[in-house]
């Protein structure tokens, strides 16, 4: 599957990409522990009773600004969410290093500090140490920017937690993120302001654990690769199959359009300000009703619910009948987080 | 913040309960299974497949799909003369799924890889607004059923510039419905028609086509009650002894059809024997250009020499994939030993995975058949 040369499929969330990832890295890097071969979102280390949450990710998106964010927002945003899908929700620091193409526009520059600035304030997160590189001209395409950071956690999260009955919550609406940025590279003119969701997240996801606690049994949240290869991925780890009600996914008007016109599935688009929270059912409510209390969980629904049947399958009822849900393959969007 | 209202009229799920009941007390009555209904259309393949809708059909009904996909009829010779046009250097336009379309030894976007000029286009009109930009020749590779055949007569009786000429490889249903129901191994009871198609042939056309092999044809429309209005139609029909043609797409579809459209069609194109790919001969089943368009005519304007493409050695892998037994509905994608490991989109090894029309190509996106009735 993953070939003899890097293709844009093994960047893009889905199944290539966990091939790369298992058969190079986690193979050739180990020890196995609770970091790299349970390829959660970061790494837990235990420090006495509680965890250290180790997480770092590189960003690169074109364009750099787009409807409801930016590169910053989103090398902040990525992070600290990370961090908080794992239970660390108050980022001890984060490390910002940014590899720079020679002739980029210092005001560009300043515009992303800006934003990072800004987005770190809303999350309560702080940048305690970072990097500069510059290339030549043509040897990157204008930025890249790496964040990594730390957090406490005094119960980790697995994203492979799911058990039979589990409710599935989704925090709110699907495929802003993927067609906002889509629309704004190929200069679409959709009708209705399509905007990415990109924000920091670990405000809304402290408040679903304070309402849940103990019966938050999983979270993810689903950027690349979209709700489709979150789920999947939930589903195989936690080793259950997922019904999904499709009356019950919310996706905004706006989007659905686009994705009829496009032919794009909002289940597969990447998503910057959502989570997935598998919950034990007899709290679902509680949680939910917590996340719409929220200003980022407004939208937040209840989609499906975990059962036995079908182990690492997502079985998606349409109202009309059933089918599996399939991940996206490929790159849909190259660059889009 | 989900749907209009529009969508609701058609997508009503209690409404959908209804009719699956229906049709379980329909297969019930006629005491014998499985009953095997056809539907001949990539756009039904995708409703079906999409909304999970044989998740929820009685098990004794099977609904399958027989040659409906235009892009994975197209033969290999003839995406061989496109190709072999285009290394010789002149300028090609088609549509997108034809461009990964394999032929004998390479497909258009192979040809492109070595340097050849291959645009793709939306549809025929754009094809002639690209050869009004330039002087130089440019063919338009055409392929599509009925329907899109129109388009491309409607632009050959437009006057286009003398630099623009068609290399046809449109199809037409009803002749391979005519093969389908005379393969004995087949038998299929009832057809689904396209209601695209329709609009233009009209729903009476199909009337002699039913009488003769004593198979009901109902016309549907591409929502999930379209289609299960469609389906318990054709059941009841079958029920009845009714062979005939039935309109199920009353708000599109009349008895005669776009009189002026199939006037355009038949003024431009002939009825020809002409391959099918993975299926063989089927008698009046090309789309050729009427002599009096000679000039319009890719084939007869150049000569097309594909000697050096066509292979008499095939690969191990296209020996083993099944789209022929497909294509006419004997055996499902879930049946080929390739579908979902060797034969995938993104290297397609048969044409039912190139075309997002292709029954396997639909299959690998929605999941295919899984038996999801029982799960909770």
């Known amino acids: ?337 | 913040m989900t749907s209009g209202v529009g969508e609701l009229k058609f997508r009503d799920p209690r409404r959908a309960r209804e009719l699956t009941a229906a049709l379980v007390r329909l297969v019930h009555s006629l005491d014998r299974a499985p009953v095997t209904l056809m539907h001949v259309c990539g756009t039904h393949e995708q409703a079906i497949a999409r909304f999970g809708l044989r998740a929820s059909l009685p098990p004794a009904l099977r609904v399958i799909m027989g040659p409906g996909c235009p892009v994975c009829v197209t033969d290999l010779c003839e995406v061989d003369e496109s190709v072999a046009l285009a290394l010789q250097g002149v300028r090609i336009a088609t549509y997108g799924d034809m461009v990964k379309l394999p032929g004998s030894s390479k497909s258009l976007a192979d040809a492109q890889a070595e340097g050849a000029r291959v645009e793709v286009v939306y549809s025929a009109t754009q094809a002639v607004e690209l050869a009004r930009a330039s002087d130089e020749p440019l063919v338009f590779f055409a392929s599509g059923f009925e329907t899109t055949a129109v388009a491309t007569a409607a632009t050959v009786l437009s006057k286009p510039p003398a630099n623009f000429s068609v290399l046809s490889a449109h199809k037409y249903v009803p002749p391979a419905m005519e093969a389908v129901a005379r393969l004995p191994e087949a038998r299929v009871e009832g057809f689904l028609a396209a209601g695209h198609a329709a609009v233009i042939t009209g729903y009476g056309l199909f009337e002699d086509f039913a009488r003769r092999h004593r198979t009901p044809v109902v016309v549907a429309g591409f929502e999930p009650l379209d289609i299960l209005a469609a389906l318990v139609k054709l059941l009841e029909m079958i029920r009845d002894g009714e062979y005939s043609a039935a309109n199920a797409y009353p708000r599109c579809v009349t008895r005669e059809g776009n009189r002026r459209a199939q006037e355009s069609l038949w003024r431009v194109f002939e009825a020809v024997d002409g391959p099918w790919r993975g299926i063989g001969v089927i008698p009046s089943g090309n789309l050729q250009l009427r002599e009096e368009w000679a000039a319009l005519d890719a084939r007869r304007r150049f000569r097309i020499d594909v000697s050096g493409l066509t292979q008499t050695v095939q690969s191990d892998l296209s020996r083993r994939c099944l789209c022929g037994k497909i294509m006419v509905g004997l055996v499902e994608p879930s049946d080929c030993p390739l579908f979902g490991r060797e034969c995938r989109p993104e290297s397609p090894v048969g044409a039912c995975m190139v075309s997002s029309e292709g029954t396997c190509k639909i299959w690998h996106q929605y999941g295919g058949r899984p038996d999801l009735g029982g799960t909770p």
């Open chain 1, 1 to 337: 599957m993953i070939g003899d040369k890097i293709a844009q499929k093994h960047g893009a969330g889905g199944p290539a990409m966990r091939a790369l990832i298992e058969s190079v890295f986690v193979t050739g890097l180990g020890p196995a522990g609770a970091g790299l071969a349970a390829m959660d979102d970061g790494a837990a280390i235990a420090v006495g009773d509680r965890f250290l949450v180790l997480t770092t990710d590189s960003y690169v998106i074109k364009p750099l600004f787009f409807p409801g964010g930016d590169i910053g927002r989103l090398a902040i945003s990525g992070t600290v969410n990370d961090l908080a899908m794992m239970g660390a929700t108050e980022p001890l620091g984060l490390t910002c290093a940014v590899v720079i193409e020679a002739g980029f526009a210092i005001a560009d520059l300043e515009r992303i500090r800006d934003s990072m600035r800004a987005t770190c304030a809303e999350a309560g997160a702080c940048i305690v140490t970072g990097d500069t590189k510059v290339m030549g001209k043509g040897e990157l395409d204008g930025i890249v920017i790496n964040t990594s950071g730390v957090g406490f956690a005094k119960r980790v999260v697995p994203d492979s937690g799911l058990r039979p009955g589990d409710r599935i919550i989704v925090t709110g609406s699907l495929g802003d993120h993927g067609f906002a940025v889509m629309a704004a590279r190929h200069k679409l003119e959709l009708e209705g302001a399509l905007a990415s969701d990109v924000a920091p997240l670990n405000g809304l996801v402290r408040t679903a654990l304070a309402a849940g606690g103990e019966s938050v049994s999983a979270m993810k949240d689903p950027t690349r690769g979209g709700l489709s290869s979150a789920l999947r991925e939930m589903a195989a780890k936690g080793e259950v199959g997922i019904v999904l009600h499709e009356a019950s996914l919310p996706v905004r008007p706006e989007v659905r359009a686009a994705s009829e016109l496009l032919g794009i599935d909002p289940l597969h688009v990447a998503n910057e300000g959502k989570a997935v929270i598998g919950v034990r059912a007899e709290a679902a409510d509680r949680v939910l009703q917590a996340l719409q209390a929220h200003s980022l969980g407004r939208d937040a629904a209840i989609i499906g619910t975990c059962v036995a049947e079908r182990p690492g399958s997502v079985i998606l009822d349409t109202g009309f009948g059933r089918r599996l849900l399939a991940e996206p393959e490929g790159e849909l969007l190259p660059r889009i987080c």
